[in-house]
Nanobody, 115 residues
């Protein structure tokens, strides 16, 4: 079993930056891909970014060039650096982790981009 807790969300103005963190506990030694997804009101959950244990990354088209995912395996933590934020980035952001072919989710953290 894996437990995930996100932090770092909040209110930011358009053009601003935020850094999300997600700490994993439990059977962290065998966690594979970790990632970030988001869900805006009335919309489906969508991929933001993923990162493999060795560090291979992938991004959703809407965040390429603005967001950066990184991972510290020693700390069992994944990060999401979000720059040039837009109002359309407003959503609940969820951390995910794959362990033994099961995807685990954190409770989510709200990110609101508004002036």
């Amino acid at each position: 079993q894996v437990q995930l807790v996100e932090s770092g969300g909040g209110l930011v103005q358009p053009g601003g930056s935020l850094r999300l963190s997600c700490s994993a506990s439990g059977r962290t030694f065998a966690i594979g891909v970790m990632g970030w997804y988001r869900q805006a009101p009335g919309k489906q959950r969508e991929l933001v970014a993923t990162i493999s244990r060795p560090g291979t990354t992938s991004y959703g088209d809407s965040v390429k060039g603005r967001f950066t995912i990184s991972r510290d395996n020693a700390k069992n933590t994944v990060y999401l650096q979000m720059n040039s934020l837009k109002p359309e980035d407003t959503a609940v952001y969820y951390c995910s982790a794959v362990y033994a072919m099961v995807t685990y989710w954190g409770p989510g953290t709200q990110v609101t981009v508004s002036s």
